[in-house]
DNA sequence: TTGAAAGCGCTAACAT
DNA sequence: ATGTTAGCGCTTTCAA
């Protein structure tokens, strides 16, 4: 029941050409009378037609499309992220086919067979915190798709990666709860296979140090599933309020991880900042409604999907293989709450 | 520097056998003998041969994709929407390309302009809050591109819709807020184009009705930018203010619009309950951590993404054109501030 | 300057 | 049961 579009054949036969013709006007090649292509043109504007992408696709072996794997669109961070992406991406005509590993590692390598099934000509990955293996990746790469990392990143792969300064964002937030006095500081961290939660609780170190701090590994816990579980974050707020001395401070190193503390605190009922102080990195944009105004490191998401997606297109369309790969690094902004 | 894939032809070159023997064993054709099929599948599967979706698409002249087009994914509405989506298309091999039209009517057109010249077989659309002209949608709709409306439906073009009962939602908020006392209830709406407006609006005024109130209309204010603008938010916040004598509550007929007069009044200082009480739709999963609990109206939002996926590739796959029209009702749920 | 023909990967009607 | 061929819509040699 789908509706027949008008073919360069159709255009052809209407005006007495062959479709050879027709393709070099609308191509716009030289090889071609001013006139016929000026009557082509106008016939082909008339009935509004549109190539087929799909025959432009088989004959260019080029999908023109690239694929997004995030851990789940409705985060706020990864959101803005996507948004940078298309922003790119749709300018130079590629479409954006958007998955999600909902931090889980069998999620993340159907997710890419599918990606794969469907001929991207390229991937953006934030991996899942589950992600350890990184084989589907690798055999990927190696038969040749280009991939270009961002946030979460991977150290075996060599292409072009995007990130933010993830050691000095979290020395940043760090050292604000230090300068306010908190001494024991806890972090709660994401997977500790991620390349942002090595980063990041370097940093928190890095800052209690500063402090003549020696960092205490207990006051430290690591999320496996990122937050996509509640309960693991529960279960780390449980352990730090058991730990004597008791900490007094939080730093959440991912979005999740932060409103998952918050609201963990908040079931316990204690009280944010008088019992516990909070800080993290967030993108969400209702942060500051949040009972409890923290502040928080915030990442420029959009910039880093448009980053990313830049330096994948190119390496889409550079005709020889690319050897020289950057990897780009973004500024955090400490955001205190509105008053 | 792509990576050739293995096609049919290569497996019909090594196997000493023809292109269309090789696609009936990999088709489960019947006229062919076990042996074949065994040997072409054992040697595919040796290659990890996946079939050029490109090509088939080119072959069956559909494209196995499907266009969404929401206000934005950074929404927890419409994030949870596209995750039942995407369960759906998955799962029955469609791949989901989702557009943003920002409740901007211009970028509404283009990117439907855009989704139709990637071909896709269906549409699953929630309008913007600026879309009054439906000449973009009707003339696809003519042409034969299924279309499946959600959430914000529109009554001229006679398709599948799957909403939930905005007016019963709207109902129970209000009353909610009756029944606490409230009698000065004003409300924040979207644009008036919107059927959801209509609708929530009509069941915010059954309620005060109800309660023998006469809906009063200086307490209504439409936001035609559905709240993406907080400079629009801010107006209607403060004329009601104006407004003699003072509303006491707020009715929010979006999620949007709920934490936007959340802004706004925390801004101005205004003490929610206290100073003004506050409720809406909304499914964000932030709500119980706002510094003001609210109740909210919560929508089933992964199954309307799943129920209008069903019944979009019901249309697609159809056989024969359509004519009998479900407009399917799921309800709404009045979540309550955890104590 | 234009047309004819091949080919991208696959399926299916038509031989054999 | 298997092979040959045409064709999906388009571009691009190669001929004219």
Redesign the pocket.
Same mark, same amino acid.
Do not use: Q
């Given at each position: 029941m789908k509706y027949k579009a008008t !073919?360069? $054949?159709d255009i052809a036969k209407a005006l007495n050409? *062959? !479709? *050879? !013709?027709v @393709? /070099?006007a #609308? /191509?716009d090649s030289h090889?071609? @009378?001013a006139?016929?292509k000026q009557t082509v043109l106008e016939y082909a504007a008339k009935l509004n037609f549109q190539?087929?992408p799909i025959?432009?696709s #088989? $004959?260019e /072996?080029k999908s023109h499309s690239i694929g997004v794997i995030v851990a789940e669109i409705a985060n706020s961070f990864f959101s803005q992220i996507i948004n940078g992406i298309e922003s790119v991406a749709n300018e130079k005509g590629y479409t954006v086919i958007i998955s999600q590993s909902h931090e889980n590692f069998e999620k993340e390598v159907r997710t890419l067979q599918y990606l794969a099934s469907r001929s991207i000509d390229g991937l953006l990955i934030s991996v899942s915190s589950a992600t350890n293996d990184l084989q589907h990746l690798k055999s990927m790469y190696q038969s040749g798709l280009p991939i270009v990392f961002f946030d979460r990143t991977v150290e075996e792969i060599q292409t072009h990666k995007v990130m933010v300064d993830n050691y000095q964002g979290a020395y940043n937030a760090t050292l604000h709860l230090l300068e306010q006095g908190f001494r024991r500081i806890a972090c709660v961290a994401n997977s500790e296979h991620l390349s942002i939660t090595k980063e990041r609780v370097g940093g928190y170190m890095a800052a209690l140090q500063q402090y003549k701090i020696e960092p205490d590994p207990t006051l430290i816990k690591y999320c496996f599933h990122g937050g996509m579980l509640l309960e693991e974050v529960e279960l780390a707020v449980k352990e730090l309020l058991a730990v004597k001395p008791r900490p007094t401070a939080i730093f959440a190193t991912s979005d999740k991880l932060t409103t998952g503390c918050m609201r963990v605190l908040k079931k316990h009922k204690i009280a944010v900042p008088a019992a516990m102080a909070l800080t993290g990195f967030s993108n969400s944009e209702l942060i500051h409604l949040l009972h409890a105004p923290i502040t928080v490191v915030q990442q420029p998401a959009y910039e880093m999907g448009q980053v990313a997606t830049e330096l994948l297109l190119q390496l889409i369309e550079s005709k020889r293989p690319v050897k020289d790969f950057k990897t780009k690094m973004l500024q955090t902004k400490l955001v205190f709450p509105e008053k």
């Open positions: !073919t360069i $054949k050409l *062959s !479709t *050879s !013709t @393709s /070099r #609308l /191509r090889e071609i @009378s006139a016929t190539p087929n025959a432009l #088989l $004959k /072996r």
